[in-house]
Structure formats: C-alpha cells, structure tokens
C-alpha cells in the first residue's frame, strides 16, 4: 500500500481531506476558472487551434494530475511557451486551421505524454538537467520576444505568419497596408487596459480597502473584465460586419474522446519537437511547482511529477486537446487563493467543464485581438534580457550559450534555439571537465590544511609535489592530468615523491585509472613514487577492484597532513600567495 500510495498521490492526501480543505480547493477553483476561460482561448489561439481545444486541454489533463501529481498548488494545462513550440511543430506537417493540423496535435501531446511516463517510470527525470538555468532563461526571453511578435497580426487584424522573429517581420511589414482600424482600437485598448491592470490594478483596489491577498487575485483575474468589455463593444457595434475578427460559433460540449493518429510519418516527424516540448514543460512545471511547495515546507517528487505530466498529457491526446505542462500565472494564482490539495484542480476542471457546455454562446462575438492582447501582456514579463549581462559578468562560457540560444531562437526557430541550447550546455560541460582545475598545494603553517601555493603563504618540500585534482577523472580529462603531472616532474631534481590529492574525486572510470597507471609507471622509470591521499570510500572501492594499488609505487594516505608528515624528509620551504620562495622565518 505505501507503495501504491507513492504512484498515485491522491490515496496519501485524499485520506487525510477534511471540510477545511473542501472549502478551501472550492474558493481556488472558482478564481483559477475565471481567470483561465480567456487564457485557455487565448493559448488555443497561440497554438492555432480552434479555441475550444484550449479548454478541452485544461479540463481532463488537470483531473489526472490531480491523480498522479505531487504538488499541491501545481495548475496544468495550456502555456505560452508549449504552445509556441506545439504551432511550429504542427507548422511543419500541416496548415493550421485544417483537419490534419487538429489531429497531428493529439499525436503530439500523446507522443509527449508517452515520453514523460516512460522517463517517469524508470527515473530518468535527471535528464532534465542537461538543459542549464541560463539556456532555459535565454530560450523564455526569446520565446516571449516571438510569441509576442506573432501575436501582433492579430492586434491589427491581417494575416502574417512565420516561426522567427524575421519572418514574422517581414510578413507584418508587407501586410502592413491591410490594417483594420477597428482592431487596432480594440487591440490597442485591451493592451493598455491589461498592462495596466498589471501595475495598477493592485495598489488602485489596496487603496480602496480590498485586502492585499484578494487585491492581487482579482488583479490577476484582469483579463476577464477585457473580455467582458471587448465582446460587448463588438456585439453592441457590429464590429465583426467591418472586419474586426471574432472567435465565432465554439461547440457546446464536454471534451470528447479523440484517438491520436499514428502513422509511422507523422511520429518520425513529430518525435524530436514532442520531445523538447517535453523537456522544456517539465523544467517549467517542475520549477513552478518546488517554488510553490518550498514556501509550505512541502516536497515534491520529480520522477512522480513526470508521471502525472505524462498522464495529463495522454489525457490531453485523448479528449480533443493540445500539448500541456504547469502554468507559472495560473499555479501562483491557484497557490494566492488558497488551494490546499490537488482537488482544487480537479473542481477547476468542472468549472471549465460549466463553461464548455453552459458559456460558450456568449463568446462568440470575442475578438481575436483582446485574446492576443492577453497573450502579449501574460508572455512579456517572460522576457528577461538582464541574463545576459548576469552571465557575461559571471562566465563568459554560459554567456556563449545563453546568446546562441537567444540569436537561434529569434532567428531559426525554436527548435533550432533549444536544441542547440542543449548541445552547447552538454559541450560546455564537457570542455570545462575536461580541462579540470589542478593546483599544486602546500601546507598552510601551523595548521593541517593545504592550499594552492598561488594564492596562500604555504610551506613546501622541495621532495614532495602534492597535486590537487578539483574534478572527477573520466575520459574526457585523464589525459589533461597525465600530462600535467609529466610536464611538471621534468627538470625538477630534486623531487623524490608525487602526491595526488583527492578530495575532490567523486569518480575514477576506467580511461582515468589507465592514466593513472601510465602515470604510475612513467613516475617509476624516472625514479619517482606516486601516492595517493584523501581518497573517497567509493573511488577506493572500485580501485581495489582493480591491480593499481598493488602497482602502486607509493602509498595511499588517509590524509594530506599524514602524507606530508610522513614524506617530507628536507628542508621545507615557505611560498607566498604568489607561488614565490619566501623567507621561512616570515
């Protein structure tokens, strides 16, 4: 039963569900419903689909992630930056609007669910990490620069398409002269209106009285009143008669049960773009959801989290949806109202379920403008072109990935600018392990600790090089600390004993130990021993598995101090921060 009880989460929390917790999921339910009506049109939208596949996508995906999710504040469904990516995937094998574009996105989101469980079940969900903070920010920012690029057309009322930022330029340019005057007013206005419900909607009803928590929700909640506000004006006016695009007759149903194709083609065509999608969603859900619970002092299980995505997912395939993952907006303003357990996203799901069946007459006369400006305004606080001074100012070799992953994105696309996020994170990696930081220590006076003799006062035996290894030895860099060591040793008469210090070695593989040995015995045909100290129980474990210690022309000392105290036979010599010979009497 614990067992069960670690898959499927509902059976831990559900025993433990009391009135308190039923009110409070219900008071979330209802805000989080009113605030993602006009999101989930507007994310349809984003994706190019018909606008209720937003809200069939938000109804079962959130019901199984209540099942099989472990956070408890996690909102699912449609998000922008899934959404982009889902529209340039489909771009690719379909056109939007058509019969096969709505059904190649149901292969999608099951491809992806499928992904999400399979790395779920066998705990693969460390893969995630290949994609570093700073690519992940840098691929946001310039997704957010696109989605809101592509959102413009709808803000003026033609038609432009394109997956990068100079396509969707150069196409808005050219249809520039086809302009719907009242669109841009409506656009213009629902814009403003938003940015400032953004800053100043809060303080403005803090003023007033309202409470700072209820103050925030119902600033969040914005959007709803410029779709209130937008559909009136175009029903009252006639506006859709002058050009001014409209959602138009959305079907009065619950989601119904779909089954993705899966014709060999499509998979192979929609494989790699399922699987960034699916990368890129669970670090965007995954970070949503340890930021919500840590402030709780809750946990959440990554490989479990990966699961109820992939369940979500296939839930999204199977009833007439898209692609899905943890949305940050929606999951803080599921989190600010209060919700206790995941039910609160399953009564979300019957909130939207009400509106699929019971609201959608009445946003017949929406305007496509409002749902882009309620695009542009959610994906520009995404936009953050400060990483790139963090990372100049702290590495240049991070700012190398976070740049390519921008330029790529903006330029190619955004499966050009996250996979090559990824293979510059991985090639990054690779370059700064393989060339790890190696230090020549001495033993910092009248204390048992050894320092780089660059930068502290230390004192030294002219006998003894001790050599300090601040990485792993693997293939990539065994060679680097061969040659090193052998550079080093030439020429020095004087030198009796090396010893490699190992405090930082987590891992010896089997390339490293060859080196070592070659070490080993390239150190002997000059006369020289080669010891070992500080060596990891692990790292000693697989050695002794091995014959390089009964090779060994040394010893392996538990400690650097007993190495030095048992090796150094000469007169020492005190060195200065700078690696210079030093009075030692100073």
């Not at 089997?510 to 010891?531: C, P």
Request: charged share 15%; glycine share 8%; aromatic share 6%.
């Amino acid at each position: 039963m614990p067992s069960l009880r670690r898959h499927v989460p509902i059976l831990d929390w559900g025993r433990t569900y009391d009135r308190t917790a039923l009110t409070n999921d219900m008071v979330a339910a209802v805000i989080v419903t009113i605030m993602l009506i006009p999101q989930s049109l507007a994310y349809a939208l984003l994706a190019g689909m018909p606008p209720e596949a937003g809200l069939y996508a938000s109804i079962l995906p959130i019901i199984l992630y209540a099942v099989f999710g472990t956070s408890r504040a996690l909102a699912v469904g449609p998000v922008a930056v899934v959404s982009l990516m889902t529209a340039a995937a489909l771009g690719q094998v379909a056109e939007a609007g058509s019969v096969g574009y709505a059904a190649a996105a149901l292969t999608l989101a099951g491809l992806s669910g499928a992904m999400l469980l399979a790395l779920g079940v066998f705990r693969l969900g460390f893969l995630a990490n290949f994609l570093s903070h700073p690519v992940i920010a840098g691929f946001i920012t310039a997704s957010g620069v696109i989605i809101a690029a592509s959102q413009i057309k709808h803000l003026l009322g033609i038609t432009a398409s394109g997956h990068s930022l100079p396509e969707l330029l150069g196409d808005l340019w050219r249809q520039l002269p086809e302009t719907n005057p009242y669109t841009v007013v409506l656009g213009a206005a629902a814009t403003a209106f938003l940015f400032w419900v953004r800053n100043g909607l809060k303080p403005l009803l803090g003023r007033a009285g309202l409470p700072p928590r209820m103050a925030d929700i119902a600033a969040k909640a914005g959007p709803v009143a410029a779709v209130l506000v937008t559909t009136a004006a175009v029903w009252l006016f006639g506006l859709d008669a002058r050009g001014v695009a409209i959602v138009g007759a959305v079907p009065q149903s619950l989601p119904p049960f779909t089954l993705p194709p899966v014709g060999l083609d499509l998979v192979r065509a929609l494989f790699l773009p399922a699987l960034l999608i699916s990368i890129i969603g669970f670090v965007e859900s995954i970070s949503v959801a340890q930021t919500l619970a840590a402030k709780k002092r809750q946990r959440i299980n990554p490989d479990q989290e990966l699961i109820g995505l992939g369940a979500a997912n296939l839930g999204a395939a199977f009833s007439g949806g898209f692609p899905v993952t943890g949305g940050f907006s929606r999951s803080v303003v599921n989190y600010d109202a209060g919700a206790q357990t995941p039910a609160a996203g399953a009564y979300t799901a019957v909130g939207l379920g009400i509106a699929a069946l019971a609201l959608t007459p009445l946003i017949h006369f929406l305007p496509k403008a409002t749902l882009a400006a309620t695009i542009i305004v959610a994906v520009l606080s995404l936009v953050d072109f400060s990483i790139l001074r963090r990372t100049w100012d702290y590495s240049r070799a991070d700012f190398a990935a976070v740049s390519a992953t921008i330029l790529l994105t903006l330029i190619v696309g955004v499966e050009a600018g996250v996979s090559a996020g990824v293979i510059l994170s991985i090639a990054l990696h690779l370059y700064k392990t393989s060339r790890p930081h190696i230090a020549e220590v001495g033993q910092v006076p009248g204390t048992e600790h050894f320092r780089n003799i660059n930068r502290h006062d230390v004192v030294t035996d002219p006998a003894v090089l001790t050599v300090r290894i601040d990485e792993s030895l693997y293939f990539a860099n065994a060679r680097f600390l061969e040659d090193y060591i052998l550079d080093r040793v030439i020429g020095d008469e004087g030198l009796r004993h090396v010893v490699l210090m190992c405090s930082a070695v987590n891992e010896i593989d089997l390339s490293a130990l060859e080196s070592l040995e070659e070490i080993n015995r390239r150190l002997a045909d000059m006369g020289l021993k080669l010891h070992l100290s500080e060596v990891k129980g692990p790292v000693m474990d697989r050695l002794e598995r091995s014959h390089f210690l009964q090779d060994l022309t040394g010893r392996v000392f538990l400690s650097q101090y007993a190495a030095a105290k048992e090796l150094s036979g000469g007169a020492a010599a005190c060195r200065d921060g700078a690696g210079r010979e030093a009075d030692p009497a100073a």
